[in-house]
């Protein structure tokens, strides 16, 4: 354990009066609360008990954290389970068929044909791309020595650079500038779900909000779509293992290639899924050594002592036990994707609850990782938790940043990776102070966000 014990910010769990009854004034707080910052609806109760069955509008819930329950929906029952509205409510107008909201036979046809793309000889192969992006930015970042940056659009810059850098290969057809702007604007106004989702409503009702959007999708869609076709039209080329190629090929072998449209929902998915999330995660870990030197001490020395420029990067990780460690425990603290749902199909019994058809399950990562029954000290910062035995004694499904079951992040690999490329080349060469006046507070907007840029003032080193 780290001797300086820091507890990073996070909402203050509410207190709820013992036998408190649902009323109007309650659902109206409810939404305002949703509204401002999903991680604020969770009450004290909610961290020392495991489940609880709620009623919303009539709707029946559970919300557990009992790791047996949550292994049970999301892993040996979880053909009984499937993806609720809301979800597809908020992806499906940029994703179409893509394999985040993809479900039934789709869905298996096109993880089948994606799993090879995320394969482990596939997945180093893009180390030093990761690591050239990453120095690139991290030389610029060294010029402005002594200057104060803003964290958090670096580390966006920084993690769709790497992504469209693996996707596309840097491929002259795309206008990357304004494809990144485009993202970028589609984030800022469909990154919230819209209080009708909450409550279910049917999806014809117009929603406030998501003409920009709409439009921002077209423009993405078409870019994609047009280099798809630019590629197509050119002689194959050798040694571009991109994920465009990988796909153009993904089920080529069994007879079942991916159509066009499929390609194109699956780039789309990959930067809607795997952007936002590695970005975030590297800010919130610098973030956090940034305030905890003890930390970032010890991550420094393992850099400086792990002889890394011999290395192939994609052996980086390996050597780097306690950077890792430093991003594990920055996703349990700051898990992107902060809640997890399902809707019961058939009937099921979860732990003591029997699970009617219709019931949606949910477990949130972020109150599971901060959970009284299943951590030591679970606001406080430590690393070490992650490191040897401690590790081993993690309770299993106590721990899920990448989900669990069937429907695991297909990037986890990649993006484990990534960032410890990305720690490894910028604890080398910079220094980080977080500067801001106030401390930034998580706030779930899709993802969790921290309300501030994250300025930080950049040091170059030795
Ligand atoms: C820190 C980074 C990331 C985090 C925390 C994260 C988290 C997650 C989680 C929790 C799920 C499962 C959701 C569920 O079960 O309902 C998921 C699914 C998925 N992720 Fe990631 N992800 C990350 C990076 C990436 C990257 C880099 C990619 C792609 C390049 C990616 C692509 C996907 C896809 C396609 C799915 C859907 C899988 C399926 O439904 O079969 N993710 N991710």
Redesign the pocket.
């Known amino acids: 354990m780290l001797d300086t014990a820091f507890t990073p910010p996070a909402p203050t769990p509410r207190y709820v009066p013992p036998g408190a009854r649902p009323s109007l004034q309650g659902y109206l707080r409810y939404f305002q609360i949703m509204r401002r910052n999903p991680l604020e609806i969770w009450t004290e109760g909610h961290y020392r008990e495991f489940v609880w069955t709620p009623r919303v509008f009539g709707q029946p819930y559970v919300i557990t954290h009992d790791p047996e329950a949550v292994r049970r929906f999301?892993v040996t029952n979880a053909d009984n389970y499937g993806l609720t509205r809301l979800?597809r409510a908020l992806f499906e107008p940029l994703i179409g068929d893509?394999?985040?909201i993809?479900e039934g036979d789709l869905?298996k046809r096109t993880?089948k044909a994606?799993t090879p793309v995320f394969n482990h000889r596939n997945v180093r192969g893009f180390a030093p791309v990761m690591r050239d992006v990453a120095v690139r930015e991290a030389e610029a970042l060294a010029k402005r020595d002594g200057e104060t940056v803003l964290m958090s659009r670096e580390m966006l810059n920084l993690a769709l650079n790497v992504?469209t850098a693996c996707l596309f290969s840097g491929d002259e057809a795309i206008d990357t500038e304004r494809f990144s702007r485009n993202l970028d604007r589609l984030l800022h106004v469909a990154g919230m779900p819209h209080p009708l989702d909450l409550m279910a409503a049917p999806a014809w009702l117009p929603r406030l909000g998501r003409g920009e959007a709409t439009g921002i999708v077209v423009q993405l869609r078409s870019q994609v779509n047009a280099l798809l076709a630019a590629r197509r039209a050119r002689p194959k080329e050798t040694g571009t293992d991109d994920f465009l190629s990988l796909l153009m090929n993904a089920g080529a072998d069994e007879g079942a290639p991916l159509s066009d449209k499929e390609i194109v929902d699956?780039l789309i998915?990959?930067l809607a899924?795997?952007h936002e999330?590695?970005a975030r995660?590297l800010t919130w870990t610098f973030y956090l050594l940034s305030k905890s030197p003890e930390a970032l001490d010890r991550a420094v020395a393992e850099v400086d002592g792990a002889g890394l420029d011999d290395e192939d990067p994609a052996d980086w990780a390996a050597r780097l036990p306690f950077v890792t460690a430093v991003i594990k425990e920055s996703?349990r603290l700051y898990?992107?994707?902060a809640i997890?749902s399902r809707l019961a199909l058939g009937p099921d019994r979860l732990g003591d609850v029997d699970i009617a058809p219709g019931t949606e399950i949910i477990t949130s990562?972020w109150v599971l990782h901060r959970h009284d029954k299943l951590w030591a000290r679970p606001w406080v910062f430590d690393p070490d938790r992650f490191m040897g035995a401690a590790a081993d004694a993690i309770p299993r499904h106590a721990y899920?940043?990448?989900?669990a079951?069937?429907?695991?992040?297909?990037?986890?690999s990649?993006?484990m990776q990534?960032?410890a490329i990305v720690l490894a080349v910028f604890l080398t060469r910079l220094r980080f102070e977080h500067v801001g006046r106030e401390e930034p507070q998580p706030i779930m907007r899709i993802t969790v966000q921290p309300s501030t840029d994250v300025p930080m003032r950049i040091a170059r080193r030795g």
């Open positions: 999301l979800r893509g394999l985040l993809a869905w993880r994606l992504l699956n998915t990959f899924a795997g999330t590695t995660t996703m898990p992107a994707a997890f990562p899920m940043p990448f989900g079951g069937p429907r695991i992040c297909i990037g986890a990649f993006s990534e960032m």
